[in-house]
């Protein structure tokens, strides 16, 4: 939904005209393209992302305000910690993206590797880095602030309670990604490099946050930024639901085991 010009086959109105006439016309499998790819680079990206988070968090909510929870040491841990999600994941973000595409040529996740590093090199699996870490670096500010917060809202005494954070987490997640759609919209442009040629007088590669920017207002204009906003909420609220709520119960469970383990020694 996010193509600047899409093909006349693929102009959706909403979420779910695209999901039913995706399915009806590429298959009930083509909404699922270039799951593989994102869960490889997930593991490890995650694995730093929350390693990172805990570690800052603790560490300048120690300084920041000994003793108590900071929402700035939140909201600067979380970007932080995105430096390194986003460097494990933004490779894996660019062919799925380019696996995801209407009509796209790429049957395996193999070819479009090969195709994108023969074609337009190595840097092109880094080419959105920079737009990645503007979106994301604001997107998980407010992320981990609104999460934080509505924590102390609804789980003051920071007990593991599944259903505050399942709701902090999707709240947190859906409020993120509405404020930085405009953002996606521009990386999604960077990673596919879609032709636009005909109307907006593009040529060769399009690189740069600003240069993607200039794209998305001459091609379609202000409410250009916010297409795909729908999805992206949708997509978002049970994606950090689910985030929150298994990374509380691991850290629940590990915290439990460790107490178990001194109380027996």
């Known amino acids: ?27 009930l499998w083509r909404p699922m393209r270039g799951l593989n790819v994102t869960a490889t680079g997930a593991g490890p990206a995650h694995a730093l992302y929350f390693a990172c988070y805990e ?11 000994p003793g108590g929870n900071s929402h700035i040491a939140n909201g600067a841990a979380g970007c932080v910690a995105t430096l390194l999600h986003d460097a494990a994941m933004n490779p894996a973000e660019v062919v799925k993206q380019r696996m995801q595409m209407y009509n796209s040529p790429y049957n395996r996740v193999t070819d479009c590797v090969r195709a994108v590093w023969q074609n337009e090199g190595a840097g092109a699996f880094y080419r959105s880095y920079t737009t990645q870490l503007a979106m994301n670096v604001p997107f998980q500010a ?35 990604a509405a ?14 490099q879609e032709s636009l040629a005909l109307n907006s007088n593009v040529t060769g590669h399009i690189t740069g946050l600003a240069g993607a920017f200039r794209t998305v207002y001459r091609v379609g204009g202000l409410t250009a930024y916010f297409r795909g906003v729908q999805a992206r909420v949708i997509y978002q609220i049970p ?4 985030a929150w709520s298994v990374y509380e119960f691991f850290k629940y469970l590990i915290t439990q085991r460790q107490e178990e383990w001194r109380a027996g020694k």
């Open 1 to 27: 939904m996010q193509s600047l010009q899409p093909d006349p086959a693929a102009r959706y109105r909403n979420v779910l005209e695209a999901l039913w006439r995706i399915i009806r016309t590429e298959g």
């Open 55 to 65: 570690k800052l968090k603790k560490t300048l909510s120690d300084v920041i305000h």
């Open 142 to 176: 407010i992320h981990f602030m609104a999460y934080e917060f509505l924590q102390e809202q609804l789980n003051p005494q920071r007990r593991y309670n599944p259903s505050s954070h399942v709701l902090s987490g999707a709240c947190a997640g859906a409020v993120a």
């Open 179 to 192: 404020a930085t759609t405009p953002l996606d919209v521009c990386k999604t442009l960077l990673n596919t």
């Open 239 to 242: 994606s950090t639901a689910i």
